[in-house]
C-alpha cells in the first residue's frame, strides 16, 4: 500500500505530465495559428535571372521604349512590367503602340536582313486572334509587305518575356518605305485583355561589322521604390513606406537585413559594346551607429560562374545616424571576354549589418559605343517629336578650366585663396567694368565683405578685382541694369525698410591681366519721382519701350499700381504709370522673368506664370509706348505637363545659343535635379531640350549634389552665356533644400565651384 509520500509524487507526477501535455497543444495550437517562419532567399543569386538568348550579326540599330512618356490611345496606367504605363488591347482598342522607322533612317540600311523584336505581355486567357505585326508601306502609304506573329503568354496573369524575329527581303530596301510594328487584335470581339510593356526593336546586318566610334552610349536606371521595378520584383516585400529621401517609399532595412537592391542586367541589354565603367549612386539613412555599407559590380557567365567583382566599402565615419547621405561609385570593368548573355549584378550590402534605410539608388552603364540609333527610342511613335513633350533630346553644359583645382574657391592657386562660394551668398553678375572682351563679372556679397571677381582668358581663370565692407550692399535688394546709359551696367541697392535706393557705379577696367583696384561710386540716398517704397513692392529692370535705355519697372504687388522710371544726372524719372491685375505679382501664387526673347521685338518682355489650386497660367506683358501700358497676353503651353518657370529664383535668361533673341534656363529640384533649356516663339514656350554636364572631374556631376546655386553671366564671352555652378553638400538635419546652416565637405563627392558654357 503506497504511503502518503508516495501518493503526493503520484499527484505531483501526473499534475505535471497534465500541464505538459497541455502545455504541448497550447504550443501546437498557437504554431498553427502563425505563418511558418521562411528564411529570406539569398537575392544576389544569379540563378534567380532569367536569361534569354541575343539576336548574332551586326546590330544596325536599336530602340527601346517602356512606354511611359508615349502619347497614344492605347496607352494605360491599369497595369504595367516597369513604371506606370503600358498599351492595352482589348475589345474596345484593336491596335497597340506602333513602333515606325523610315528605312533611310537605319544605318547601313542596304544590308539589312532581319528584325529582332522583344516586349512584355501579360493576358488573362487564351488568345488566338492576337498578333504582332510588321508591314512594309511604300512613300504612299500603301501596304507592299506583312509578316505577323501569334502572341503567346505561356504563364497567364504574369509578366512574360516574349522574342520575335523578322526576315526582310532586300526587295523591300527602299529608302523610302516605312517599317511599323505594332500589336493587332485580329478578331476584335475574342478578346478580353492583353497587355504589352518594354518594348525593343533591333535591326541586323548578315554579316559584315558596321562600327560607329563617335557615337556615346549611356544607360542610366533609376530605382526610387515609388513603384516596384521589374529588376527588383524578388526584393518587393523589402519595399516599404517610410520618411523617404524623396516619394514615399523605401529600401527597408531596419531588420538589418544583409541585402540592400539587388539589380542584374545582361549585358546586351545596356550596351552593344562592352561596358567601360559603371557608376553607382545611393541615399542611405541609417538608423543607429557605425553602420557600414558596400557598393559591389559583379559580371557571372552563361553558366552563371562569376568571373570578375569588385567592391566599394564606405566607412561607419562617413555615414552618420539619423541622416541621409549620399554615396557614389565608380567601377572599372574588363574589356575583353564578355558576350551580351553575360549577367552584370549591381547590389548593396549592409556591411554592418544595423539597421538602415536606401532611397533613390541609381546607376549608369557609362563610357560604352554603340552602332547607330537611340536606346531611349526617342522617335517613338511616328518618330515625330512632340512640341513640350518627353522624351526630350540631351543638350550639355561643358565644364571650362578656371584653374582652381574644382575646389570651393573661384581663386585656388599656390598660397591663394580667395572668393569661398557658397549657395548661401548673395550674387549678382553683369558688365560692370567695361573690360576689352566686353564681358561680364560677378559680385559676391556676403555679411563681413563683398568682393568682384572677373574671368580673364589668357589666364584661364578668376581674378579678384575689387572688395569692400560697404554695409549697403547686405541689407538690400539688388538689381542690375545700365540705368545712367554709359555702356555698362550699374548695381541699384533697394532698401524697402528705410524706402530709398542707392546706385552703385564702377569705373572701366582696361586689362584684366592686371589685378586693378576698381573704384566705385555709391550715390546718394535717393528716392523716385511719384512713388513711394513698400514692402510690397517687386523691382525689375529691362528696355520695356525700346528706347535702348534701360528702365526700371516697380509694381506694387498688393494693389497693382506700377511706375516706370529712367535714370539721369538729375535722378529718377517716371515716364509711364499705370494699373494692373495684382493677381500677376502676388507674391505667394505668382513669379516672374523678364528678357528680350522675341528676336523679332526690339525691347524686353515680361512672363508672369500664376498657380491657383494646382493649376498653372502663364501670360505675357509687353509695354506699349504709344498707349503708355502693358498689353496683356495669355500663352498657351499646350499639352503638357511641364511647369515653366514654377521658382522664379531658379530661372535664368541668357544667350544661351543664341543672341539674337534670350532663351531661359530653368531648374527645378522639387523631385529631383531637372534642368531644361527653353526657347519662345508665336506659340508660347518651347522645350528644346534636358540639360547635362560634361567635363567634371571623376562621377562628381553636379546633379548629384544636395545643394547647387548656378549664376548666369557673359563671364566668357559676350555672345553666350556661361553658369558659375556652386556645389555643396549640406550638413543640416532638416535641410529643405533652400536653405543650409553648416555645409560638409565629402570624400566621394567634394564641394566645389565651377564654370559651365553650352557646347558648341
Known amino acids: 500500500m503506497p504511503t502518503s509520500s508516495d501518493l503526493k509524487k503520484r499527484v505531483l507526477t501526473a499534475a505535471v505530465f497534465v500541464f505538459c501535455f497541455s502545455g504541448f497543444f497550447i504550443f501546437r495550437a498557437k504554431r498553427h495559428r502563425h505563418q511558418p517562419v521562411i528564411a529570406k532567399a539569398n537575392p544576389a543569386l544569379p540563378s534567380l535571372f532569367k536569361r534569354k538568348a541575343f539576336q548574332t550579326g551586326t546590330l544596325l540599330f536599336s530602340g527601346f521604349t517602356d512606354l511611359e512618356n508615349v502619347s497614344d490611345k492605347s496607352i494605360t496606367s491599369e497595369k504595367s512590367f516597369s513604371g506606370i504605363k503600358s498599351s492595352k488591347l482589348s475589345m474596345a482598342t484593336q491596335y497597340g503602340f506602333t513602333f515606325t522607322k523610315k528605312i533611310s533612317d537605319i544605318p547601313s540600311y542596304q544590308s539589312l536582313n532581319s528584325i529582332q523584336l522583344q516586349f512584355k505581355c501579360w493576358m488573362r486567357n487564351d488568345i488566338v486572334s492576337a498578333l504582332y505585326v510588321l508591314s512594309v508601306e511604300d512613300k504612299d502609304g500603301k501596304n507592299i509587305y506583312q509578316q505577323s506573329r501569334q502572341i503567346i503568354c505561356a504563364t497567364k496573369y504574369e509578366w512574360n518575356d516574349l522574342q520575335y524575329s523578322y526576315s526582310i527581303d532586300p526587295k523591300l530596301l527602299d529608302p523610302e518605305n516605312m517599317i511599323r510594328l505594332y500589336a493587332w487584335n485580329k478578331e476584335q470581339n475574342q478578346l478580353r485583355e492583353l497587355y504589352v510593356d518594354d518594348i525593343r526593336v533591333s535591326f541586323f546586318a548578315e554579316d559584315k561589322k558596321q562600327k560607329n566610334e563617335s557615337s556615346d552610349f549611356t544607360s542610366n536606371f533609376l530605382y526610387d521604390f515609388e513603384t516596384v521595378d521589374s529588376a527588383l520584383m524578388v526584393q518587393k516585400n523589402d519595399i516599404r513606406e517610410a520618411a523617404a529621401h524623396s516619394g514615399k517609399m523605401v529600401f527597408d532595412l531596419s531588420d538589418a537585413g544583409e541585402y540592400g537592391p539587388v539589380v542584374n542586367k545582361q549585358l546586351g541589354d545596356v550596351c552593344l559594346l562592352p561596358v567601360k565603367k559603371v557608376n553607382t549612386r545611393i541615399w542611405v539613412y541609417p538608423l543607429e551607429e557605425n553602420a557600414s555599407v558596400e557598393l559591389d559590380v559583379a559580371l557571372f557567365n552563361a553558366a552563371d560562374e562569376k568571373y570578375f567583382i569588385q567592391t566599394k566599402k564606405i566607412a561607419a565615419t562617413l555615414l552618420p545616424k539619423n541622416k541621409w547621405t549620399k554615396i557614389n561609385a565608380t567601377f572599372p570593368l574588363p574589356q575583353d571576354g564578355t558576350t551580351p548573355e553575360d549577367l552584370i549584378q549591381v547590389l548593396v550590402l549592409n556591411k554592418g549589418k544595423t539597421k538602415l534605410l536606401l532611397d533613390d539608388f541609381e546607376i549608369v552603364y557609362d563610357d560604352v ?392
Open 369 to 760: 559605343k554603340q552602332a547607330p540609333g537611340d536606346p531611349s527610342m526617342i522617335n517613338a511613335s511616328d518618330f515625330t517629336p512632340q512640341r513640350n513633350k518627353p522624351p526630350f533630346k540631351t543638350m550639355y553644359l561643358n565644364k571650362q578650366e578656371i584653374g582652381n583645382a574644382n575646389s570651393p574657391f573661384i581663386i585656388n592657386a599656390g598660397n591663394t585663396q580667395l572668393g569661398d562660394f557658397t549657395p548661401g551668398d548673395e550674387y549678382a553678375s553683369g558688365h560692370f567694368c567695361g573690360n576689352a572682351e566686353n564681358t561680364d563679372q560677378v559680385i559676391q556679397i556676403k555679411a563681413a565683405e563683398i568682393a568682384m571677381y572677373g574671368y580673364c582668358p589668357d589666364k584661364k581663370q578668376f581674378l579678384q578685382l575689387w572688395k569692400s565692407n560697404e554695409k549697403a550692399f547686405v541689407a538690400s535688394e539688388k538689381i542690375t541694369g545700365d540705368f545712367d546709359n554709359n555702356h555698362t551696367d550699374d548695381l541699384l541697392l533697394i532698401n524697402k525698410k528705410r524706402k530709398i535706393v542707392q546706385l552703385v557705379s564702377f569705373s572701366p577696367l582696361s586689362n584684366c591681366s592686371v589685378i586693378l583696384n576698381i573704384a566705385y561710386t555709391v550715390q546718394q540716398e535717393q528716392t523716385f519721382e511719384n512713388w513711394n517704397i513698400t514692402a510690397d513692392d517687386i523691382f525689375m529692370s529691362g528696355d520695356f519701350n525700346g528706347d535702348h535705355k534701360t528702365e526700371l519697372l516697380i509694381v506694387n504687388s498688393k494693389i497693382g499700381n506700377w511706375g516706370m522710371f529712367q535714370h539721369d544726372a538729375a535722378g529718377w524719372k517716371n515716364v509711364a504709370a499705370n494699373k494692373m491685375d495684382p493677381a500677376y505679382f502676388n507674391a505667394q501664387t505668382s513669379k516672374h522673368t523678364s528678357g528680350h526673347f522675341y528676336a523679332d521685338k526690339n525691347k524686353d518682355v515680361v512672363f508672369i506664370s500664376v498657380t491657383e489650386k494646382e493649376k498653372q497660367t502663364y501670360t505675357l506683358l509687353e509695354f506699349n509706348s504709344a498707349r503708355k501700358q502693358f498689353d496683356v497676353k495669355n500663352i498657351t503651353p499646350g499639352d503638357t505637363d511641364e511647369i515653366f518657370f514654377k521658382h522664379a529664383n531658379n530661372t535664368f535668361a541668357g544667350d544661351f545659343e543664341s543672341n539674337a533673341a534670350q532663351e531661359f534656363v530653368n531648374l527645378n529640384t522639387d523631385w529631383r535635379f531637372d534642368l531644361k533649356l527653353i526657347k519662345t516663339d508665336a506659340a508660347g514656350f518651347n522645350i528644346m531640350g534636358n540639360v547635362d554636364f560634361k567635363g567634371y572631374p571623376a562621377d562628381h556631376n553636379p546633379k548629384y549634389y544636395e545643394f547647387v546655386k548656378m549664376i548666369p553671366g557673359h563671364f566668357i564671352s559676350k555672345e553666350k552665356t556661361a553658369f558659375i555652378v556652386i556645389m555643396r553638400n549640406c550638413a543640416d538635419k532638416n535641410f529643405n533644400g533652400d536653405a543650409c546652416k553648416q555645409y560638409e565637405n565629402l570624400d566621394y563627392l567634394p564641394n566645389s565651384t565651377q564654370l559651365y558654357q553650352f557646347e558648341q
